[in-house]
């Protein structure tokens, strides 16, 4: 999302990550396998460094990359993710394994929206992150919110989708599925802003994410 010369610069200050994130890298570019970009995932690490969560809801594993990049940076933390895909889950276990994380690393397979009782049977959650299907967002949010601890927050990604939420709605050059998954993320952006019960802001990095913060009773 962000300008590129500004991206190319802030990319190059990035410290180099291990061998093992370097090769989930490799693996995600070799397999067409979509994982947060570089810049979008130091954002969320400082986030939940700043949040210091005990327990965080993935929903959307794919390889878990970033389940193991949040779990590298928070010592204390465990997570439970969600993979619906076959491949994906395997090649995520496989990963979690050779980083010695599978102790704090709980991996589901199926589909989020069929996975709620088990899922719930381990929270609550200080974070939810929804990396999924991005068509079904405002599903999962609306399910697995009540499962968030007070004061918790969820955060969304891709919710700018390659700055795309901002073209014309009835650009035509758009394929009339593309059309629709781009009206569905600007209806849940618009839904996320007017949650009363949420402080939500919409920032412009890697692929657009939202941190939606929730409110206290203070705040009620």
Request: proline share 4%; glycine share 4%.
């Amino acid at each position: 999302m962000e300008n590129d010369t500004i991206l190319t610069y802030i990319e190059s200050l990035l410290p180099d990550q291990d061998e093992a994130v370097k090769q989930m890298e490799q693996y995600a570019l070799d397999h067409a396998v979509p994982i947060m970009e570089k810049t979008g995932i130091e954002v969320l690490i400082s986030l939940l460094v700043l949040k210091q969560p005990r327990r965080i809801l993935e929903i959307g594993t794919a390889i878990g990359y970033s389940s193991i990049r949040m779990c590298k940076a928070l010592p204390e933390t465990e997570i439970v993710t969600v993979e619906r895909n076959a491949e994906r889950y395997k090649q995520a276990h496989l990963n979690i394994e050779a980083n010695a994380l599978a102790n704090r690393i709980t991996v589901l397979h199926g589909d989020a929206l069929e996975l709620k009782e088990p899922i719930e049977e381990k929270g609550p959650y200080d974070v939810i992150f929804i990396d999924a299907a991005k068509g079904q967002y405002m599903r999962f949010f609306e399910m697995y919110e009540p499962m968030l601890s007070k004061n918790g927050c969820i955060i969304t990604d891709n919710v700018l989708f390659k700055g795309l939420v901002a073209s014309e709605e009835e650009d035509m050059s758009f394929h009339r599925r593309r059309r629709a998954l781009l009206r569905k993320i600007r209806t849940y952006n618009e839904w996320l802003m007017s949650n009363e019960a949420y402080h939500t802001a919409i920032f412009p990095v890697g692929d657009g994410m939202a941190v939606s913060i929730k409110r206290g009773e203070k705040d009620e």
